[in-house]
């Protein structure tokens, strides 16, 4: 199993703790999701994840105007968006202490 | 810093690749997604440099990639190699002489107009025009003609305004092809209209008849007017002339020969009062006006 696996299920809780710090747009989110560790996070799968959110009301967007290139979509969390990220939080945390407990303990593993 | 808008040409080649790769999305949701990743290629290709399918992978799968994340439905092809036929398919539609026959592509939109007013027709199995055999009647036949119009209409508006290349479009239109082998079967097979006739048709009735009336009894006088009675009469031929119809009546005088034969060809024909074996009026006839002869007798042997 890789870290692009694990991604899949749990893009959605990174993008919105991203957001959530945050507004952010596209490139600019997906840049911050890198640098917090999660290196392996694929363009495709950040955009495309950015609108389901949205789509959803987890995030609002609106434009900026930028003086680099064409203008840029922000996304900003929502009070459901804060919903969604709390109960991703708690799911999270009690996933993570068991399979850290269950990876922890010294089992043998036969093949 | 001024504003740099122009967008590189690999990455607008890159972006034609990811938009044709969702050709087959809601146009809305599909600019929606590139209008996200548009501006994201930017800043990362001004960042990092370098070629843009290098760094993010083949187009088709980012955009099977962006496609699943952003939890829209994904393509049966996508799960697996093309069909060889679906690639000459498209290969064959990339050929700039197929390009150019797409330039027939309205007489297609009218055909296929007319194929789904004509298979709904026969659906309903309305009849058909015998002025104009293509046109169904549907209540009438300048009803049918308005709607192959006003379907026809429709199908240019759509064709001009929907993506060719569309699965949902390419479907129906092959839906609407197969409309044709029902269609064209029922023109091939319809009976073509019997002429109604209106004129009277000869049917020869039995008997002898004058102007199509029977003639049910003759009355034969002689040149000086007097009732002639038992006359046997024959045709040019030696055959008696009989009136069949007659000959079932049972109160008919029936004359017959020394053996007892029937002869059926004596005129005027008599009938007996009923119960009595006796012809009440033997010298009943028709008023008649009979005209004064002028011609000599015929000289006869005698």
């Known amino acids: ?111 | 810093m001024t504003p740099t808008t122009a967008v590189p040409p690999e990455v607008s080649e890159y972006l034609a690749a990811v938009r044709a790769a969702l050709d087959d999305l809601p146009s809305t949701e599909r600019d929606d997604l590139l209008a996200e990743v548009e501006p994201s290629l930017l800043d990362a290709a001004s960042e990092t440099g370098g070629n843009v399918s290098a760094r993010l992978g083949p187009a088709e799968d980012f955009a099977a990639e962006l496609r699943s994340a952003a939890g829209l439905q994904v393509p049966l092809r996508r799960t697996g190699p093309e069909p060889r036929l679906l690639v000459a398919a498209r290969r064959l539609a990339r050929d700039p002489r197929v390009q150019e026959l797409r330039r027939l592509a309205p007489i297609w939109w009218v055909a296929r107009a007319y194929l789904l007013v004509a298979a709904i027709a026969l659906a309903a199995g309305a009849s058909w025009s015998l002025r104009y055999f293509f046109v169904p009647h549907l209540g009438t036949a300048w009803l049918g003609l308005l709607a192959i119009a006003a379907a026809a209409a429709l199908s240019i508006w759509l064709g001009l305004r929907t993506p060719r290349a569309a699965h949902l479009v390419v479907g129906a239109n092959l839906v609407l092809l197969g409309l044709a082998i029902p269609v064209l079967s029922h023109f091939r097979h319809r009976q073509l209209p019997v002429q109604v006739v209106t004129e009277p048709i000869y049917q020869p009735t039995q008997g002898l008849t004058l102007d199509g009336v029977p003639v049910t009894n003759i009355y034969p006088f002689s040149r000086q007017r007097r009732l002639l009675h038992d006359v046997l009469l024959y045709t040019g031929s030696g055959a008696p002339l009989d009136v069949p119809g007659a000959a079932i009546d049972p109160q008919r005088r029936v004359l017959r020969t020394t053996s007892g034969k029937q002869v059926l060809n004596a005129y005027p024909i008599r009938y007996f009062d009923p119960g009595t074996g006796q012809v009440a009026h033997p010298g009943a006839a028709p008023k008649v006006q009979i005209p004064r002869i002028a011609t000599p007798p015929l000289p006869l042997a005698k």
């Open chain 1, 1 to 111: 199993m890789d870290v692009s696996q694990l991604l899949r299920g749990t893009l959605d809780a990174a993008a919105l703790a991203v957001v959530a710090e945050q507004d952010g747009y596209g490139y600019d989110i997906l840049r911050r999701l890198r640098a917090a560790g999660l290196a392996e996070v694929g363009d495709a799968s950040v955009y495309g994840t950015l609108r389901r959110l949205y789509r959803a009301g987890a995030l609002t967007s609106y434009v900026m105007p930028s003086d680099e290139g064409p203008h840029r979509r922000y996304y900003g969390i929502t009070e459901r968006g804060r919903a969604q990220l709390e109960e991703a939080r708690a799911v999270w945390a009690g996933f993570s202490r068991a399979l850290t407990t269950l990876l922890e303990t010294n089992v043998e593993v036969t093949p």
